[in-house]
């Protein structure tokens, strides 16, 4: 040990003295790399000592990797949170909760965070540090080395270096701080995963593995920025796009070729950040099979998609980056770092859409927009040319407006429209006749929750005075290919009195639930919960009033009859029973308060109203327009959709 440390040592040293003794001054530097010591400004000196260290005159290829990083640094930076003493103190704190498993993490974590932001005397800030600025020679020429000797993997024969340029060497996956040390210390770790023979599948397989969310981490997002390896590690508080950024480094360190791509959710909510894994730069092997499954290029989705981007390091210099974007919603599609990788993922469509009305700026840039979060959001970007605008590689199933920016204001310059699974377009826009229209959720019913639903397939709620149930009064029993998917209420004649009440479900099945109750009239009857062969863990959520929470006895040994139920402490009168299936709780729910809009340019209300069942009905709506539910009451979910044939057809949805 003493010998490999002093060898280490020794070895630092003479990189250190390598590096310090070149000579300082940039003569025979190509001259592009004028602005770039420019850009470094008081660096400028850790930028000529790498390239005096791997030597310009041999041209070696760890020279030009060393010239792709250093040319392409400008623009790469990170936002770290200040004060840092403070951002460790939460660290800490979070890694000694999860150690205790503690009930009340997410909350507790973030009344600390609340403490730091507002209990220093320094008020917390984020400060961008520009690579360029930063970087230490030694660092980055260890890091150079570090990825050479990854590169020649059994699995990477395709990989020429350019590929490796871009999806191996590259010191960072997006904006997170930079760490050039972390890579050995990943390598370390992880190198005892792979072997010489480890094949292609292997690779596609363990990048799976590596991608996979640990169960000691923590789904929780505090910071603006994008957090360091280094600090996901100590606090295991992540995002998906802090684990891409983990697990995409993990993966580089061992020579897998890695990117993060991303998509905005139409008719959705939010954003997500995944691994891809690459075979060269126009073809994948491996994304992230919580959503895609079958073959790359003709993928089959769990929800539809629009576009789909690549951050890639290397600087793409286009005229589009070049230009300045309108605001903060559209960086990224000025971004120099960016390239569209949609049709990598599925089929896609060009569309070639007229403009309708005067775009008011004079900007020759537009937008092709998406419903997400209850707003239209820019997904790609073209120049209008006349009246026609084309945009290439459009996702098919979706829901599309083109507007102009004026700063955050959006200026429509066309009728909404969709491109069906043909990658036919049509046009929406609402005219003077109008209908009657009932809806019965304010948001598709995805596959998902059709399997929650399924999971009740067979299951029966039962009476007894037995704490075994070996006789029994037969409730309600759901049909084996019954789809329950709102709350169901049964009424129950009997003059018997009864002290259990149970659910079950046929052997080999699990149970899933969201909400159990038994009822004298109005009256819920209260009771301790009793259980067979069913965790313990959540089981109070089946009877907690709360319909998005659910219990599950998934990983129970379902060999054996499972069944969760009540105890009334004595025999009871009972004359209803009411229950929930697990569910996304989008349906239209009695009691709630709705409002429905139609588009025409804007949103236009056709009124609030109070459901008083499962569906709500609006009269006086114009034919052919896109529609919107909202619930006024609670939920954040809401999907646009055209009634067309007496029912509703949302968007991103494959029934369309």
Not at 243 to 259: D, L
Request: charged letters at 30%; hydrophobic letters at 35%; proline letters at 4%.
């Amino acid at each position: 040990m003493i010998y490999k440390e002093l060898r280490f040592f020794c070895s630092l040293f003479f990189l250190i003295f390598s590096i310090s003794s070149c000579n300082n001054k940039s003569d025979g530097f190509p001259d592009r790399l004028k602005e770039i010591f420019k850009s470094a400004g008081e660096n400028k000196n850790e930028v000529e000592k790498v390239l005096q260290y791997y030597s310009p005159k041999d041209n070696s290829l760890k020279y030009k990797a060393a010239l792709f990083l250093i040319e392409n640094m400008p623009g790469h930076y990170s936002l770290e949170f200040e004060p840092r003493e403070k951002w460790r103190e939460l660290l800490k704190k979070s890694d000694s909760l999860i150690k205790i498993k503690h009930e009340n993490y997410e909350n507790t974590i973030k009344e600390e965070f609340y403490n730091i932001l507002y209990g220093v005397n320094v008020k917390p800030r984020y400060e961008t540090k520009n690579d360029i600025q930063h970087f230490k020679a030694v660092e980055l020429i260890e890091y150079i080395d570090e990825a050479f000797k990854v590169w020649n993997k059994p699995w990477n024969k395709f990989l020429d270096f350019n590929d490796f340029c871009n999806y191996v060497l590259p010191y960072r996956m997006k904006n997170e701080p930079m760490e050039m040390g972390i890579r050995q210390i990943l390598s370390r770790e992880n190198n005892n995963r792979v072997n010489k023979n480890t094949t292609i599948r292997e690779i596609a397989k363990l990048a799976q593995d590596i991608g996979t969310l640990p169960s000691n981490f923590k789904f929780i997002k505090l910071l603006k920025s994008e957090q360091g390896i280094e600090d996901i590690r100590k606090g295991r508080m992540v995002d998906c796009l802090d684990y891409a950024n983990y697990a995409g480094m993990t993966c580089r360190a061992i020579g897998i070729p890695t990117a993060i791509d991303f998509t905005i959710w139409p008719n959705g909510r939010g954003a997500h950040y995944w691994n891809a894994v690459l075979f060269n730069k126009d073809s994948l092997l491996y994304a992230d099979l919580n959503f895609f499954w079958g073959e790359p290029g003709s993928y089959r989705l769990r929800r539809k998609i629009a576009k789909i981007y690549r951050y890639v390091y290397a600087n793409q210099r286009t005229e589009l980056s070049r230009q300045n974007s309108p605001n903060k919603m559209t960086d990224f599609l000025h971004s120099p770092h960016v390239i569209d990788v949609t049709a990598q993922y599925i089929k896609t469509s060009d569309i070639d859409i007229p403009i309708t009305r005067g775009i008011g700026t004079n900007s020759q840039w537009v937008y092709l927009c998406i419903f997400n979060d209850g707003e239209w959001r820019p997904i790609a970007v073209a120049e209008k040319v006349d009246d026609i605008v084309h945009f290439a590689d459009i996702g098919r199933e979706n829901i599309y407006m083109i507007a102009a920016f004026n700063g955050y204001e959006r200026i429509p310059i066309s009728k909404t429209f969709s491109v069906d699974k043909e990658g036919t377009v049509n046009f929406y826009q609402p005219g003077n006749i109008k209908e009657n229209v009932i809806l019965n959720r304010k948001a598709k019913l995805t596959e998902r929750v059709k399997e929650f639903a399924a999971q009740m397939n067979g299951g029966v709620f039962q009476l007894s005075n037995d704490r075994n149930f070996k006789k029994v009064k037969e409730v309600y029993s759901i049909g084996k290919k019954d789809t329950v998917v709102v709350p169901m209420e049964v009424e129950i004649n009997d003059d018997k009195l009864y002290r259990y009440a149970r659910y079950t479900i046929p052997n080999k099945q699990t149970l899933e639930i969201a909400e159990m109750d038994f009822y004298i009239k109005d009256s819920l009857i209260s009771g301790s919960i009793i259980r067979a062969n069913a965790d313990s863990d959540g089981i109070a959520n089946a009877f907690d009033k709360n319909l998005l929470s659910f219990y599950s006895s998934k990983g129970i040994d379902n060999e054996q009859s499972t069944w969760i139920g009540i105890d009334f402490g004595e025999k009871k009168k009972v004359t209803k029973l009411k229950f929930a299936p697990r569910s996304d709780v989008n349906y239209i729910k009695p009691g709630d308060t709705y409002e429905l809009f139609y588009w025409n340019d804007k949103w236009k209300s056709l009124g609030e109203k109070m459901s008083k069942s499962y569906s709500i009905e609006y009269s006086d709506v114009p034919k052919n327009a896109v529609l919107w539910l909202r619930n006024l009451s609670e939920g954040v979910e809401e999907e646009l959709f055209v009634y067309k044939e007496g029912r509703q057809y949302f968007w991103n949805s494959t029934e369309y």
